[in-house]
Structure formats: structure tokens, C-alpha cells
């Protein structure tokens, strides 16, 4: 925090505060005791929810103005942001879409209802030697997520999947999946999963 006030002590000082577009966020969150477990790891929340502070200078935004968005964004929003706020094109191959609606208006009705991730859990990083979990090679050491406002489907590659109802169950800690009432509910997100990694994926 003491450093990024330099920062933005420095931009006003030297008069180029209000012509820039300031983005603060981080690469990934960390679990802090969060279900007993520390750093990232996992498909929780706390391993995926992270900061985003935009300040757009432009007076368009003077009407949203300190006001927290609360609507799904996702990391590759940033790039187009900045493209869109220089007047640059935005490419076709960039999945993201530009917040500066979100800073100057209301939120876009064609805006996205949920948000997805992805985790690879092969114990490379800290011990190479050390063999896959659950009985798993290294190419199956995956999962997927789609989250939106009511639930939260986990797909893994080889094990059984995860579903959770957030709204009876905001921490997570029951898991749905073998509930049959749930069933057609989990086969519309795995769906829904499955169209979105073919518009997404390396094409």
C-alpha cells in the first residue's frame, strides 16, 4: 500500500495523475486459513477471488466514481480495458471484454453471469519426485470451475466432480454432486463448461 501511494503521489505531483488509467490487482488470491489450507490451491474462492481497483481519469466516470461493481470480472479483462482506454482495437483472439462500461455507466445487460477457472495441481513445483495424489497420473491432475451467482460446479479429470448450492451453502463445505435432485441442475453447468472451453480453448 506504502508503495503504491508513492506512485500515485508521484502522478499528481508531477501533473499526470488525471490522464492515467490506474489498474490495481494481482495474479491470484491466497487461502489464509480459509479451509485450513494456506497459499493457492484447490478450486476455493479464496484461491481465485482477487483485488481489481480500476481509476479511470476520463470525466465519464465521474458518475460511478468510489462505487464497488459488484458483477463477475475475470484477469482477461485487463488487456482490452487498457486497449479500449488508449483507443486501441481490441483483438478478435482477446476473450476478455473492456470494464470501462463498468466505470462509466451501468452494468452492460449483455455482461457476463458467471465466471470460470482453471487449476493444475501436479506436484512439479515444489517436489518433482513426489508422485501425482489420489492415485493420478500428471496429465490428470486438473480441474475446471464454473461459478456464477447460485452455484458452483468442479470438474475434474479423473475424479468425480464437485457441486455446490452458494446460496444455501456460501462456504462451500457441502458437497451436492451425488444429490439427485441436483442432477439436472449439474448437467446444464457441465454443459455449459463444455461450450465455453470450445469457444475458449486454443483453437
Request: with cysteine.
Amino acid at each position: 500500500d506504502d508503495k503504491i501511494g508513492r506512485i500515485v503521489a508521484y502522478l499528481k505531483e508531477s501533473g499526470q495523475y488525471d490522464n492515467t488509467l490506474i489498474v490495481f490487482t494481482s495474479d491470484h488470491a491466497e487461502m489464509l486459513g480459509d479451509h485450513y489450507l494456506l497459499g493457492k490451491i484447490g478450486y476455493f474462492d479464496q484461491s481465485f477471488h482477487i483485488p481489481l481497483i480500476v481509476h479511470d481519469p476520463s470525466p465519464d466516470a465521474d458518475s460511478t466514481r468510489g462505487q464497488i461493481v459488484d458483477a463477475f470480472t475475470e484477469t482477461i479483462d485487463i488487456m482490452p480495458t487498457i486497449l479500449d482506454w488508449v483507443g486501441g482495437v481490441v483483438p478478435h483472439t482477446c476473450d476478455g471484454a473492456s470494464l470501462l462500461p463498468l466505470c462509466r455507466g451501468p452494468l452492460p445487460a449483455d455482461w457476463r453471469t458467471e465466471v470460470h477457472y482453471e487449476f493444475d495441481f501436479r506436484p512439479y513445483f515444489n517436489n518433482a519426485t513426489k508422485p501425482p495424489p489420489f492415485g493420478l497420473s500428471l496429465d490428470q491432475c486438473g480441474l475446471c470451475v464454473i461459478r456464477d451467482e447460485k452455484y458452483k460446479y468442479v470438474h475434474f479429470d479423473a475424479l468425480p466432480p464437485l457441486f455446490f448450492d452458494l446460496e444455501a451453502d456460501p462456504d462451500q463445505m457441502q458437497n451436492r454432486a451425488n444429490d439427485p435432485a441436483c442432477a439436472p441442475i449439474m448437467l446444464d453447468y457441465a454443459q455449459r463448461m463444455l461450450s465455453w472451453r470450445m469457444r475458449n480453448a486454443d483453437r
